[in-house]
């Protein structure tokens, strides 16, 4: 168990040195990217897609010689990729085959907050938990992972996690979507291998902003290269690290399509030649290659101060190696890119129901830390709130909300950048710069049962920045947190 008490304050010194700073971030690609396999599932007597879902303690090989203790679903290390259309009704059949609790949650999911697989709905060892709701959003690349109270960062570190993708039959032709073909899950992780390949997860690399792993992997490959055989392929990019923050780029600087973020598809491409992405947040990005070309994706530092700054965020590395691209020598041609991709409704945000402040500090939000029996506010349904978040310390957050997707309104004041004009549920923080975002509450009334909003460093998360909030009618209180299962 890593140590959930490390230091506050007085560890950051120490903290940031603890990082491996020596790894020289460049790779010889020589291991073929895993794909995770898409999920199975069977129509019930209803028409429901019913997914079944085991976690499970298992060993994964990253590299030569030990295999490495991990945990997973359904297998031993991460999970598989499940998919549903929008309006399908899904029903998942968790059991829990850990020898400790858990929970499944699925990130960026509109659904009622007892089916969120927060940390009310904990599964016991051997138990099984069974959610279901009408998928009812669009086309986008969520995610699942554990989300224990002060254990979701242990769970996701050692390997709990996949991808949710949500399909629309309303997205226009032309973006790449054979999975695994010319559509590639890319889930992102740094992980620290102490001695006999095994995950370290001692007390000396989990610094203030949670564990720093020298070494990245994808899909659970490390050094990995994908074949690709295709004009165009579509990157799902999943930051399903604990704390490390990626601005994803290629080793030539070549410009990308920019399709998609946490929730769902851009109102059109939007070309750049970056792509930030912290603790949660997804992107999808098409990529064009000529034939016989290789392609590097790295992470460069992040956009967010000084070097002193920017170092601390990499851990050290200036930048480091994630994907080689191996395009064939003859690619078979893809469908140029639609010009719209989705409908972008704006949000009305004239008469907000609510305007709320967030101020992140530490492991706390607004000098509070997370309490599973404290609920925090009420929203009310089927309303528009305004909250404006802002980190007031020089550690990395992001800010997280369960059950609605929103929408960002400014960074610092400013419009959002283009990155953030879509939808959104994980959001960067940079220190001192208050981020405004609208959100729109659906009508899952239940008084008793919350959602969580949180800072997404699983570690700042287990150790106290969350908040949780409840769903009311008009003019109702709210309840006592009641555990749902
Ligand atoms: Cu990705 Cu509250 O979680
Ligand atoms: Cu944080």
Redesign the pocket.
Known sequence: VPAATASLGGGLAVAWAAADTTTAGRLNFTNRLAIPPLATSRADESGRRVFDLRTTAGEHQFRPGRATATLGVNGGHLGPTLRATRDETVVINLRNALSEPTSLHWHGMHLPAAMDGGPHQMIEPGGVWTPTWRVAQPAATLWYHPHPHQQTARHVYLGMAGLFIVDDPTTPAGLPSRYGVDDIPVIVQDKQFGDDNQLDDSEAFWTS?GILGDTICVNGTLAPYHDVTTERVRLRLLNASNARIYRFGFSDDRPFALVGTDGGLLAAPYETARIQLTPGERAEIVVTLRPGERAVLRSYPPEVGTNVWNARFSGGHDTLDVLQLRAATQLSPSPPLPDRLADLPRTDTSTPAAIRTFQ?SG?SINGARMDMSRIDFAVTRDTTEVWEIT?IDE????FHVHEAQFRVLSVGGAPPPPELRGWKDTVHTPPNTPVRIALRFGDYVDRNTPYMYH???LY??DQG?MGQFVVVEPGQSPGKPHHSR
């Open positions: 902003m992140l492991y980190a550690a990395p957050h992001n800072c997404h460093l700042h998360e920045l």
